[in-house]
């Protein structure tokens, strides 16, 4: 098995060379924590927080469509 290095200067530029598309990690941290931290093109549902659900929709017009979401498990 070979590894592969990956070396770039920040998160949003290495998910957007493995996913094809940079996600907002300063802003996740952000609504991780309660904090509805707004980011251009995307919406974040905090409302289920509480029992460990995130979720955040990058806005229609942007492409590709990316949903993410979180369950934390504690």
Do not use: K, N
Not at 1 to 23: A, N, Y
Not at 25 to 52: C, Y
Not at 63 to 73: A, G, N, S, T, Y
């Amino acid at each position: 098995m070979t590894l592969q290095v990956i070396d770039r200067d920040s998160v949003e530029e290495l998910s957007q060379d493995l996913l094809g598309t940079p996600l907002p990690i300063t802003a996740l941290f952000d609504w991780l924590q309660g904090r509805a931290t707004d980011v251009p093109g995307w919406t974040a549902d905090l409302s289920a927080l509480a029992q460990g659900r995130l979720q955040a929709v990058r806005a229609a017009g942007e492409l590709p469509r990316v949903e993410l979401r979180i369950l934390l498990q504690r």
